[in-house]
């Protein structure tokens, strides 16, 4: 009896563990998606750094083209380059919903958080400088043409049931042709 004692703790910790496996199998199992329609406006934000101007015009093409409702692009002051092939691109007067916003914070996630405080969409959509999204193919299921339309039941994107819940990831396919 005295050699099992030191097992005791090994044994709780294995209780504890499958009852927490087996609550979270019995949660999974009484889940539903929402199946009703839903209407919501997406932003997409996209931190731009020294990228190529072919594939930054390539990536804000498919974002477009895709109808998302705003496109905000967050560029670092120092990146002349693609300020200017955004700003000859996609003017303001010809494109409304293409934001530039030029910041002097260098870094990604600082881009990150200046764009979605800047971001007026329900749901907002992170997205690199060099990721073209496949149009109505759904390399984003259910993001593309989120704007002002109904989702299909079944969509891979569903109101959240709740408000606490923050974000939702998804596959994305980079690449051409949808190979990584």
Request: glycine share 10%; charged share 20%.
């Amino acid at each position: 009896m005295a050699d099992l004692l030191p097992l005791i703790p090994l044994g709780i910790v294995g209780v504890i563990t499958w009852s927490l496996w087996a609550m979270r199998r019995m949660y999974g199992r009484a889940y539903r998606p929402f199946q009703g329609s839903f209407t919501t406006t997406t932003s997409v934000v996209v931190p731009v750094y020294n990228e190529d101007p072919t594939v930054l015009l390539r990536a804000i093409t498919s974002y477009l083209a895709n109808k998302i409702g705003e496109v905000i692009l967050v560029v670092d002051h120092q990146d002349k380059l693609s300020i200017e092939n955004i700003r000859t691109n996609f003017s303001s007067s010809s494109h409304s919903n293409v934001r530039l916003i030029v910041t002097e914070e260098p870094g990604k996630r600082p881009a990150l958080a200046r764009g979605i405080s800047e971001a007026t969409g329900e749901i907002v959509v992170l997205s690199d400088s060099d990721t073209k999204w496949a149009q109505k193919r759904g390399s984003l299921r259910g993001f593309s043409g989120l704007e002002n339309r109904k989702l299909a039941p079944g969509s891979k994107v569903h109101r959240l049931r709740s408000r606490n819940v923050g974000g939702r990831g998804g596959k994305l396919l980079v690449g051409e042709n949808g190979r990584v």
